[in-house]
T-cell receptor, first 113, second 116 residues
Framework: DAGITQSPRHKVTETGTPVTLRCHQT?????MYWYRQDPGHGLRLIHY???????DKGEVSDGYSVSRSKTEDFLLTLESATSSQTSVYFC????????????FGPGTRLTVL | QQQVKQSPQSLIVQKGGISIINCAYE??????FPWYQQFPGKGPALLIA?????SEKKEGRFTISFNKSAKQFSLHIMDSQPGDSATYFC???????????????FGKGTHLIIQP
């Protein structure tokens, strides 16, 4: 998985609670991405980062925030989890933008009850 | 708005046959078209990718065919094997696409089963 770890790998939480997912890379890649994967929807971009403290919104960013204080770590926070955020979350990294290969982590399965 | 449409949703092919998955895109700003393979419980892994300056790219048993005028591209898996059974996603990216974030825009996926 190209030196990418995600934690936790599985999480069950209740509606209204805050949740933070962590992505850690050892590749020193500049770009990091958060996607969610849902049946029938493929993968959809939530947020991405193009450097330390530099982030931007993706297609489905509502209800999510991100932070990147170090090159190797990219955090995804659900401020107040809802059942519609039950999904599998994937982190990806890339050395360049757009047409450079994105390498995906193993994923975090989040269930919001 | 689905910018990358993928078909079929599921596909069953006999061992040794050719698997064909098709994708169509709308945004002419896309300039990079990768295919990803995903096994259950794993993250997607890049299989093969193409840019619009070529019409075909081959890597082993996997070939991408690209038709710029029709805004379509397809994945062909020759001599399909049971180990190829997985979900396949086409994707596209380009400057200013992906919700303005240069991320990948994915198709909805094709569940491929290769029967022995």
């Amino acid at each position: 998985d190209a030196g990418i770890t995600q934690s936790p790998r599985h999480k069950v939480t209740e509606t209204g609670t805050p949740v933070t997912l962590r992505c850690h890379q050892t590749e020193n890649h500049r770009y990091m991405y958060w996607y969610r994967q849902d049946p029938g929807h493929g993968l959809r971009l939530i947020h991405y980062s193009y450097g330390v403290k530099d982030t931007d919104k993706g297609e489905v960013s509502d209800g999510y925030s991100v932070s990147r204080s170090k090159t190797e770590d990219f955090l995804l926070t659900l401020e107040s989890a809802t059942s519609s955020q039950t999904s599998v979350y994937f982190c990806a990294i890339s050395s360049g933008r757009g047409g450079d290969t994105q390498y995906f982590g193993p994923g975090t399965r989040l269930t919001v009850l | 708005q689905q910018q990358v449409k993928q078909s079929p949703q599921s596909l069953i092919v006999q061992k040794g046959g050719i698997s064909i998955i098709n994708c169509a895109y709308e945004n002419t700003a896309f300039d990079y078209f990768p295919w990803y393979q995903q096994f259950p419980g794993k993250g997607p892994a890049l299989l093969i990718a193409i840019r619009p300056d070529v019409s075909e790219k081959k890597e082993g048993r996997f070939t991408i065919s690209f038709n710029k005028s029709a805004k379509q591209f397809s994945l062909h898996i020759m001599d399909s094997q049971p180990g190829d059974s997985a979900t396949y996603f086409c994707a596209a990216s380009g400057e200013g696409t992906g919700g303005g974030a240069d991320g990948l825009t994915f198709g909805k996926g094709t569940h491929l089963i290769i029967q022995p």
